[in-house]
């Protein structure tokens, strides 16, 4: 199975979210930002929420991920049942995986 290290920012309001990716545009720290603003634990280890198995993530992060293309720093904000999520895009990207408990897959992938 592919593990990815997640590094997020988690938040109950999409208009914070959308704030706080507008400073990472203009070049503010994701880190600081997560400290300062994330509802997640993770915010004591500035946004990072250690390695996940990445079929076991909550299928809009999944999909999120695995649609990365490596031109995007961050992608978000990503809606789960946990909040509102902005998250640091995986290098080398995810793209082309497939979910192992897709139904579709097949066994040589």
Known sequence: MTTVA?????LKSPLLAQDIINEL???ASFEDLAGNHSACPSKNRKGFA???EVDQLPEA???ALTAADGSQTYLGPIATRYGYHIVKAPVPPLSGRTRVDDPDATAAE
């Open 50 to 52: 250690g390695q996940h």
């Open 61 to 63: 992060l999944y999909q």
């Open 6 to 10: 997640l590094h997020h920012i988690l």
């Open 25 to 27: 545009a203009i070049g």
